[in-house]
């Protein structure tokens, strides 16, 4: 082999090797800049020797040339679906059909039950052969899919050559995994965001949105798509042996494919069924939308022996969540003005439950998705809540449109007093109020500057903010500082205890951290992780306004839309002029208390995994935050987890630390071990 090949394999597989660190484990060992230069000295490698390119050569993963169409795949095992459980005495008829099946020579007592979540996305099936991924297809109808292998290259957690973990594992001849392709719900969210203000399609739900992307012509449109995967089942393997459907998630890990974390294997069946209701408590609380759980039988052999029926195996069942779809009428369309002055359509609903939550409101997108889907006042609508996605209109189910109905009609201005004319921005289908004095806008700036992942004003809830901006006692942010104990007792239901206490908590605020501060003033795209970014680059608050594009742009994490979108906040005259109010009030504007050298160090060689609700962070912050003083977050608790970060509702994380005695801390002793040395 030549030098240079060589080094090319090198470089793949220690890229790879790196890729599985960061998007299976969530455990990276190196810097995202280390990364990057492995990957564009490979880069440089092939381009000088183009011959030398492989389809699973990580370069590979940014998207092919596209395609006309899909071509089509027979699979060589077909695809089955599934039968539906909707309670706990369906999942038990389905035991009792599997005991009467049972052959002699099994005893019931041995039957073991394997547990998994119902990931709603799509089933794809992936061929590897001598380690090399060459094939995947999507389930189609069964039995022939179509050929989407350079789509699921783009996802990163695919690993395209195996073993990509460095296991002494030599790769199988040949192995089909099957699995599902999704798209995490924060990912999701802020895809659908980021659509939203380029003027591009919105997707209903995470499902359709990955099986738009995975279904692309273009693979360049999917790598750009946050999709992930999670592989449940080996169709076939030759060169390997596994007899148990545990040993085939086991044995898929080690080849360096993502399994799900939350798994149970049992011969309970009351703990298949106990586990199962845990889930469903939880489901929002995943980052990917659950529609169920699958209960399989373990054992390879008594699967096989208790075969298929139709196309849906009798060995496995899908216990389906309760729906999170229901119809209720749509009272009234109404618009929302957003901090930033973007204007926003939203649904007044008649009260409905939806898995457990009565949801009164919808959002509707934008003016342009609520023209096409032509839904209208008075229609009856069906509205979907899945997970941590705000609930939504599907659509109207026009059968039941009253006959006196008219299409909804976009406002021309601003819902407040001062009728602002609406205006839009290049291409974005977003319209904006830009009227700087915008009460609407205002209200909505005074509730974030004042929420919780921002300055963390204790008692001073929205109520009060429309109050105080409708009073004119306070005309942007920083007037919060210069309110008076007279003007708040002159307010409806301000007696003097609750005043002092507003009082006390706006003192207080003075001395939150830099960063927030920064968060508080709701520069668009600036939320708390890209504040944390910041106050590591800029001193100071002047440093940061008067820092250039460019300067922005060359900071980690910061791209040219945020860098362009600060920029444009600080050269406003409005928002200079409160940055001078926030200062002559004593609000803390500088970086000064925790020189950045010191801070990184403190928790340097510590493993961290976060869980639950914590009382001000949101796990993100939790995580930025420790990272930025040195720590290490991973994913998932293991020997070499140092420290659990628990809120409320911890769920298996918790009881698995509890499990391999690893220290759980809250929020309050991290904050103590970040203060300890500096
Ligand atoms: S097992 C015969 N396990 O559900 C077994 N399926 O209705 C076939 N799905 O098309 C699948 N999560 O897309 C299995 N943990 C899981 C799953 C799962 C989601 C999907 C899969 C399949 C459908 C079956």
Sequence with gaps: MSDIQEKVDQLRDELNHHLYRYHTLDDPIISDVEYDKLFHELRQIEENHPELITPDSPTQRVGSEPLDSFEKVTHLLPMTSLGNAFDDADAQNWLDRVIRRLPDWYDVNDIEFVVEPKIDGLAVAMVYENGTLVQAATRGNGRIGENVTANIRTINVVPLRIPAEKEKLSPPERIEIRGEVYMPLNAFNAFNQ?????????????????????????????????????????????????????????????????????????????????????????????????????????????????????????????????????TTKLLNIEVNVGRTGQVTPYAVLEPVNIGGVTVRQATLHNFEDLAKKDIRKNDTVIIKRAGDVIPQVVKPILDLRPDDSSPYAPPKQCPCEHQTPLVQFGEEVAWFCTNALCPAQLIRQIEYFVSRPAMNIDGFGSKIGEQVAKASLVQDIADIYFLTREQLLALEGF??????????AIEASKQQPFDRVITGLGIRYVGSVVSLFLVQAFSDIFALQKATQAELESIDGIGPRIAESIVEWFSQATNQAVILKLQKAGVTLTQSTQPTENQSQVLAGLTFVVTGTLPTLSRSEAKALIKQHGGKVTGSVSKKTNYLLAGEKAGSKLTKAQSLNISVIDEEILNTLITKDS
Excluded: C
């Design 495 to 504: 007696a003097e205890k609750k005043a002092d206490k507003i009082l006390e």
């Design 194 to 326: 980021q659509q939203l203000q380029k003027g591009e399609r919105v997707y209903a739900n995470p499902r359709n949105s990955a099986a738009g992307s995975l279904r692309q012509l273009d693979s360049k449109i999917t790598a750009q798509r946050p999709l992930s995967f999670f592989a449940y089942a080996i169709g076939y393997v030759e060169g390997a042996e596994v007899r148990t459907h545990g040993d085939a998630l086991d044995y898929m890990q080690a080849l360096g494919h993502p399994i799900n974390s939350d798994i149970l294997r049992t011969k309970d069946f009351d703990e298949v069924l106990s586990f199962i209701h845990q889930w469903m408590e939880k489901r929002d609380q995943l980052d990917y939308d659950a529609d169920g759980a699958v209960i399989k039988i373990n054992d390879l052999t008594l699967q096989k022996y208790l075969g298929v029926v139709g196309n849906t195996p009798r060995w496995a069942i899908a216990y389906k969540f309760p729906a999170q779809e229901a």
